[in-house]
């Protein structure tokens, strides 16, 4: 009995010791199912409760949003030709952890970009919290692959456009340019940027660890292509207008030049040129001064090119026709309060139409102090002086006319010669153009058929006098024989103006100028060539700027197939002189008419 109670014994104590089997297994399940019931709770939070948030964080590290880039719009020339074109290029780009995580990598990828390994790896440090970095913009599709075939984790190349002008610096006053991004900086890059550079497009991707994209998930916004422009430039007049210009600033080493070719019947822009010019497809060769388009932006005083305008107020006044009164230029000078305003010439007893040929000072002034200061004033004005041309071309400048009723008298008949007031070379063609056409003001246009606002400015009888009276500035004993064009006739008119320096005029700096018009019977062309300070040869405007434009003007009325309208004549005394010929005393015919008074002075 006792050994059996001594052997019992030491199980009852480990039935004591613990649960038994069921209870522990009861425990083990209620683990298990408060485990589950744990998983479930968190599937559902992670599922149901906080889905939208770690579906965003999944995205932020692996759906981007990437721009589809759209191509700048083409510009043209009136007949089709491409003046500015989009080209794709690529960019390179990287992730500068990446990148510098596998820095022994990082003086190849320098050598296929051109650049030093120091500083490569300096820009990268530099910007080390950043996951984008552009290496190089724009590069050529070929030359990016090499970069992106070397397979540096942390590369990528991104498709964008850049902008190429086929003409280079022909016409790269006239277009502008485009920054890095491809929008417009200038010109008509600039005017008409939205237009051109229509929308990009935007799409979400999903990218590997190392940026490559894998999967293009879908298109949030479709692209917009830019839209093309046909401009009213004929890139063959303007061809011509450069080359002309180019050889008379090297003949007459002067500092730079200008010249405008108008569409007289609608005032579009044919050609629009200056020196010295610039290549827009390598922009950082130039510099800041070649990029101003001096017809648009710089003023000048016109000169003895106002006196057609003047005319136009003479003759709408009633008081003169071209042949009369005679105007009393006796002795070439005029002392009109204190002031010595004189010809190079005597030229005696003038017609207006005489005053016309041979650009008397004296005659110019004496007629502008007979009319009336309010009719005078209003035709400046008029003719667009004082005002900007409204052709939208970005940073035209409007030029100075002093209001009428503060003119002073020796203002005034300075006026009538061309110095106290600035004017743009458009601002003149576009004076000229009204004249041609009947005195129908046109806004000057650069795109083609744009149909824009007119303004009668003057009568047409005035006009067709005014070209008639012009006609005989290229006739015999006149200032601009070297207008002449082979079978056209032509009207027009110089001015050889002193450029203003401190406290005067100087005796030694000119701007020469000429504007014409082809063909004087039906006026089909406008041109005005200007250039400043010829220092060799000559300064007058009849022998620097008039053979410009007449080579200019007869190649572009050879390619717009404008007929002859003055074939087998010849000036015999020029038109509108009356039976007795021009009024008044020739110049020795080896002495050239100056119309550039040396000591007109400041009003």
Do not use: C
Request: net charge neutral; charged share 20%.
């Amino acid at each position: 009995m006792g050994w059996r109670n001594h052997i019992a014994a030491p199980q009852g104590r480990r039935h004591a010791a613990g649960p038994s089997a069921r209870k522990r297994m009861l425990i083990v399940v209620s683990l298990l199912s408060l485990s589950g019931l744990g998983l479930v709770a968190r599937a559902f939070d992670l599922q149901v409760v906080r889905k939208a948030f770690y579906q965003r964080q999944g995205d932020a590290r692996f759906l981007r949003e990437m721009p589809i880039p759209v191509s700048r719009g083409t510009i043209f020339d009136r007949n089709g030709a491409p003046l500015a074109v989009s080209t794709p290029v690529t960019s390179i780009w990287a992730n500068p952890p990446e990148v510098l995580a596998n820095e022994e990598r990082i003086p190849a990828l320098a050598r296929a970009l051109g650049v030093d390994a120091a500083e490569l790896k300096n820009k990268l440090a530099q910007r080390s919290e950043r996951e984008f970095v552009y290496l190089r913009r724009q590069m050529a599709p070929e030359a990016a692959q090499a970069v992106l075939d070397l397979g540096i984790p942390g590369i990528n190349g991104q498709r964008e456009f850049k902008r190429y002008y086929p003409s280079g610096e022909l016409t790269a006053h006239v277009l502008g340019f485009t920054n890095i991004d491809d929008h417009g900086q200038e010109g008509l890059e600039l005017a008409y940027d939205d237009w051109l550079s229509g929308k990009p497009g935007a799409k979400r991707v999903i990218r590997d660890r190392m940026g490559h994209v894998v999967e293009d998930v879908e298109q949030v916004r479709a692209p917009k292509p830019g839209q093309s422009l046909t401009l009213s430039i004929d890139r063959r007049i303007q061809f011509l207008a450069f080359n002309e210009l180019k050889n008379a600033l090297e003949k007459f080493e002067a500092d730079s030049g200008s010249m405008v070719v108008l569409d007289a019947r609608n005032g579009e822009v044919l050609a629009m040129v200056n020196l010295p010019a610039y290549n827009p497809n390598a922009l950082n060769d130039s510099q800041p001064g070649q990029r101003r388009n001096r017809a648009m932006t710089d003023l000048l005083e016109p000169g003895s090119t106002i006196k057609p305008i003047l005319m136009a107020a003479a003759l709408s006044s009633g008081q003169y026709t071209p042949t009369t009164p005679i105007i009393d230029t006796t002795g070439g000078h005029w002392y009109f309060q204190g002031h010595d305003i004189h010809d190079t010439h005597n030229y005696g007893l003038l017609t207006p139409t005489g005053v016309i040929t041979k650009s008397s000072n004296v005659g110019a002034a004496r007629i502008a102090m007979s009319l009336d200061t309010t009719l005078m004033y209003d035709t400046y004005r008029g003719f667009g002086f004082g005002n900007s041309t409204n052709s939208g071309f970005p940073g035209e400048a409007s030029g100075l006319l002093r209001i009428g009723r503060d003119w002073r008298p020796l203002e005034k008949a300075i006026l009538g010669y061309g110095y106290g007031l600035n004017v743009t070379v458009l601002q003149l063609a576009n004076a000229y153009a009204t004249i041609a056409d009947g005195g129908l003001m046109h806004t000057p246009a650069f795109i083609k058929d744009s149909d824009g606002p007119t303004k009668q400015i003057i009568s047409p009888k005035v006009a067709h006098e005014l070209v008639r009276m012009m006609e005989t500035v290229t006739g015999p004993g006149s200032t601009a024989p070297q207008a002449r064009i082979p079978n056209y006739s032509v009207a027009g008119k110089t001015g050889t103006a002193h450029k203003a320096n401190a406290g005067g005029y100087s005796k030694s700096n000119y701007t020469a100028a000429f504007a014409g018009i082809v063909p004087a019977s039906n006026p089909r062309l406008v041109g005005v060539v200007v250039i400043d300070n010829p220092q060799k040869r000559s300064y007058y405007g009849g022998m620097v700027s008039a053979p410009v434009f007449a080579k200019v003007m007869e190649g572009a009325l050879r390619l717009l197939d404008v007929p002859p309208d003055n074939v087998g004549r010849w000036y015999v005394g020029g038109p509108l002189q009356g039976a007795g010929g021009l009024v008044g005393s020739n110049p020795p015919a080896d002495v050239p008419i100056d119309d550039a008074p040396i000591d007109e002075g400041a009003p």
